[in-house]
């Protein structure tokens, strides 16, 4: 039959904010913030949607293919795998704003994720916190990280912090074209609802940004002149 489809919906002020609970196909360009999870999914699309003020934003289960959304202002974690068992998963081309807290949060006996040609802004917290059971069949690469303090961290592996990208790097065997430098928001408040448009993608090899005439854009998440985004800073 024709896929099931939850679209377009503004949704706030629940335990969870959206959860296909493995029936919807897709999750797509969605309004999703004020909950204790924003959306969480399996074997589904979750694509284009705004997630933030939530305590988590996005929880991904087996086989879902999270990309292009913009997840921002989530108090404890991004976008975070569930806590058992989780087979799969594809986190690509997503704009994580975490002020505090972990961008992306791998649990217990996560394998097989690929994550890559994300944008992950780092106020607080870890880039990637990967407990020791998540490392199996790990892709993670093309990534770009931006540390906005000393507090902020690209990852923890092995038990241990990983301060910087070379530590990173060195620890996990991933992340070989991924870099660390400014994201250079345009509008950080979203005012001129350019908050995601940047330059330094174009330095990437095997990228798969999209070109603007004042940047680069991630994926879906916030395209110039998007005139129904406004992020709550």
Do not use: C, K
Request: no cysteine.
């Amino acid at each position: 039959g024709a896929p099931s489809i939850v679209r377009d919906n503004v949704v706030f002020e629940n335990e969870i904010g959206i959860d296909n609970n493995g029936l919807a196909d897709q999750i797509i360009g969605n309004f999703v913030y004020a909950n204790g999870i924003g959306i969480e999914a399996s074997a589904a699309d979750v694509s284009g949607n705004r997630v933030y003020s939530n305590s988590q934003g996005i929880e991904v289960g087996n086989n879902a293919t999270v990309t292009g959304n913009l997840v921002h202002a989530n108090t404890n974690e991004g976008i975070a795998t569930r806590n058992t068992f989780t087979v799969n998963p594809q986190i690509i081309g997503n704009t994580v704003y975490q002020e505090v807290g972990n961008a992306i949060q791998l649990s217990n006996s996560t394998s097989g994720l690929v994550l890559s040609n994300n944008l992950l802004w780092i106020g607080a917290g870890l880039g990637i916190n990967a407990i020791n059971t998540s490392h199996g069949g790990l892709h993670s690469d093309f990534n770009l990280f931006h540390l906005d303090s000393p507090a902020a961290l690209v990852g923890f592996w092995d038990g241990a912090s990983q301060q910087t990208l070379a530590d990173w790097q060195l620890a996990t065997g991933r992340d070989a074209n991924s870099l660390v430098a400014d994201p250079l928001f345009v509008d950080i408040n979203g005012d001129n609802r350019d908050d995601v448009i940047f330059s330094n993608a174009e330095r990437w090899s095997g990228h798969t940004f999209t070109s603007m005439e004042a940047g680069w854009s991630v994926g879906l998440s916030a395209q110039r002149g998007d005139d129904d985004f406004v992020p709550p800073f």
